[in-house]
């Protein structure tokens, strides 16, 4: 180690001296040879040696990966819900325009029949994207229970390989891994409860005359009711602690 | 009297004091053209925060409406309270968000004051050295000194009234819902009751858009 040592003091002093030897040699290691270079310019250019930590393996790079796994997920359920939002809104305004038209028939203001049919298939047409976005979103859900329980194998591997008396360790900043795991628990949990809601009103939606009704069916399909405000801080403390935002 | 007594002097007292009026007057009204971009820009900006929130408040009322436990909703204890929260919390945001526009009217409104404040000042000021007829006297390009004194009073009282009176009606409560629904109207109807009026800072705008361009 002390030889180790005095070698490196010698190697910076000496460093321009042997870059210059090196180079007209050609035959010295390329990687002594970059670090040498940076301890030459360092104190111009003001370049970290320090060198890029190595790259994640085990439990952290999987704890990471799923924290991008859940930002893409959610961007994603948030643009399917937003697609399905205007689908549901179109079947909701189809169903007060019928609603109004059949009134005004037994009022007997208008006799036509032409568009009843017509109105029938564009609600079935929107009705069946409804329920294709519906299934969608549920399998995004599906896999944020996936990411939950890849969570909670972490876990379980770090509860066995720190049985005992070894200290369990904290992969990242400050959170341990146990915490990642709470944190997706309580973010699953929400999108399990929302999405049970979005299937319960995509069964009903079209079979509703209560204006009222269909009202709180879009208000809750948009507003989300089950999807906690604190789900974005809960998200981006995840994203923050694996590395993903800068501090 | 004095006036005969030294002709020479007074009328150049008075060049003077209608040049200063005028420049002052300029400088006003280069403002005003300047404020009367930023306030129609935040009006424009306040048509859909207001509309938003006249439809947030027709999603509460039907919230409230809606008897939860004799529908297919049953099943969900708590999404009356959860839903009525998220609205709760748009509508919060949208508020916020008006503020912040009426924030610019109300700089506006208070820039506009003050300058003219100043522009009535400086008149003041050299009211005695002007004389009657120089603030009477208009040309084929230029309004009197009386005229847009007057345009200026009046467009300070737009300003003010307008800002007073959107202000008002955005003091609504959380549970006057039918308020609320009804603001797009009122906010709309503000609008149009003054369309008579909308276009008199333009028009006085262009009224002395000559007289502008002689004095700068």
């Known amino acids: 180690m002390a030889c180790h040592l005095i070698s490196c003091r010698f190697l910076s002093q000496h460093a321009e001296q042997f870059l210059v030897a090196t180079r007209r040699g050609a035959a010295f290691i390329p990687f002594l040879v970059v670090i040498l270079e940076k301890q030459c310019s360092g104190e111009k250019s003001k370049i970290t040696v320090t060198p890029k930590k190595a790259a994640l393996t085990g439990s952290a790079r999987k704890i990471k990966d799923n924290a991008a796994d859940w930002h893409n997920l959610m961007l994603k359920w948030e643009k399917t819900n937003e697609t399905a939002f205007s689908a549901a809104s179109r079947i909701v305004n189809l169903k007060i325009s019928v609603q109004s038209y059949e009134k005004m028939l037994i009022d007997d203001t208008v006799t036509a029949h032409e568009n009843t049919g017509k109105d029938k298939e564009e609600l079935e047409g929107l009705c069946l994207q409804l329920l294709e976005l519906l299934e969608k979103m549920q399998q995004i859900q599906l896999k944020m229970e996936k990411l939950t329980s890849t969570f909670k194998g972490v876990c379980d591997l770090e509860a066995y390989q720190c049985s005992g008396e070894n200290p369990r360790p904290i992969l990242f900043h400050t959170w341990p891994t146990t915490l990642f795991y709470e944190t997706s628990l309580k973010m699953s949990e929400m999108y399990k409860k929302e999405i049970s809601l979005k299937a319960m009103i995509v069964g009903e939606i079209a079979h509703t005359s209560d204006q009222d009704l269909l009202m709180v069916y879009l208000s809750c399909w948009l507003y989300q009711p089950y999807v906690d405000n604190s789900i974005k801080v809960l998200l981006e403390s995840m994203l923050l602690e694996t590395g993903h935002r800068p501090m | ?216």
């Not at chain 2, 603030?135 to 007073?164: C, F, G, V």
């Open chain 2, 1 to 216: 009297m004095t006036s005969e007594l030294r002709p020479e002097t007074s009328s150049m007292s008075e060049e003077a004091a209608v040049l200063c009026v005028h420049q002052s007057l300029r400088r006003c009204l280069d403002a005003i053209e300047q404020h009367q971009e930023e306030w129609s820009g935040a009006i424009l900006e306040c048509g859909p925060l207001v509309r938003s929130l006249s439809n947030l408040a027709e999603q509460l009322q039907s919230c409230q409406k809606v008897t939860f436990s004799k529908t297919p909703l049953s099943g969900f204890t708590d999404l009356q309270d959860r839903l009525r929260y998220k609205l709760q919390a748009a509508v919060d945001l949208t508020l916020e968000k008006l503020h912040d526009e009426m924030c610019k009217l109300q700089r506006v409104r208070d820039s506009v004051s003050h300058q003219v404040g100043l522009v009535l000042h400086v008149y003041e000021v050299n009211g005695e050295k002007l004389g009657l007829e120089a603030s009477l006297e208009r040309t084929s390009h230029s309004p009197s000194i009386a005229d847009m004194l007057e345009w200026l009073q009046d467009t300070e009282k737009y300003y003010r009234n307008q800002y007073l009176q959107r202000k008002l009606l955005l003091e609504v409560r959380h549970n006057q819902l039918s308020d609320i629904k009804n603001l797009v109207h009122s906010w709309e109807s503000l609008n149009d009751k003054f369309t008579a009026k909308q276009h008199l800072v333009e028009d006085m705008l262009l009224n002395v858009s000559f007289f502008r361009e002689a004095t700068s």
